[in-house]
């Protein structure tokens, strides 16, 4: 079955966030990392990669947290 992509605004209100969130970080590449496609001019998210974010974002305790970053640094 074909993922369903959203559009910014979908995107963002499924994950809580401003929608200027999702654009500046794909602007900067620093925020929030999901990621996305681009035709021409069009952005959209697969929801298949926001419930991942959402997945790889959910922590039990603040020390779960420190030990993903730490991870991701090296």
């Known amino acids: 079955m074909a993922d369903r992509l959203l559009d910014t605004k979908q995107a963002s ?4 966030v401003n929608d200027k969130s999702l654009a500046n970080s794909r602007h900067t590449g620093t925020g ?9 001019k069009i952005v959209r998210y697969k929801l298949s990669d926001l419930q991942s974010y959402i ?5 039990h305790h603040t020390g779960e ?10």
Request: no cysteine; net charge negative; aromatic share 10%.
């Open 55 to 59: 997945e790889d974002n959910t922590f």
């Open 13 to 16: 209100d499924y994950l809580n």
């Open 65 to 74: 947290a420190k030990e993903v970053s730490n991870d991701k640094a090296r």
């Open 32 to 40: 929030i990392q999901v990621p996305y496609i681009k035709m021409g």
